[in-house]
């Protein structure tokens, strides 16, 4: 079974950044590739970005593209989402995820197999 833990989420100004992370624990790390999701109120989960297990391949939402950058620490087995520039509509609870399809991507939510309880990032204007 795998645990996920996000953190790093609260509230900013718009323009200003957050770093949110998510630690892994359960399984083999180097094994998943790790997504973000998030869900705004009244609204479905979308997907954010991914990366592969190898770290070498990275996805964005159009939404997140040149504003936030994922990544992954495989000696601390986390993976993390740096938001700059942030705007009132990234306002959400975002999640990470890990889908055991470790050298594929998806942005499909129902194709990762564990999720972290989620973080609130809000963005006041």
């Known amino acids: 079974q795998v645990q996920l833990v996000e953190s790093g989420g609260g509230l900013v100004q718009a323009g200003g950044s957050l770093r949110l992370s998510c630690t892994f624990a359960g399984r083999t790390f180097s094994s998943y590739a790790m997504g973000w999701f998030r869900q705004a109120q009244g609204k479905e989960r979308e997907f954010v970005a991914a990366i592969t297990s190898n770290g070498r391949n990275t996805y964005y939402s159009d939404s997140a593209k040149g504003r936030f950058t994922i990544s992954r620490d495989g000696a601390k087995n986390t993976v993390y989402l740096q938001m700059n520039s942030l705007k009132p509509e990234d306002t959400a609870v975002y999640y990470c995820?890990?889908?055991?399809?470790?050298?594929?991507?998806?942005?499909?939510?129902?194709?990762?197999?564990?999720w972290g309880q989620g973080t609130q990032v809000t963005v006041s204007s």
């Open positions: 995820a890990a889908d055991r399809v470790g050298g594929a991507y998806s942005r499909n939510s129902a194709d990762y197999d564990y």
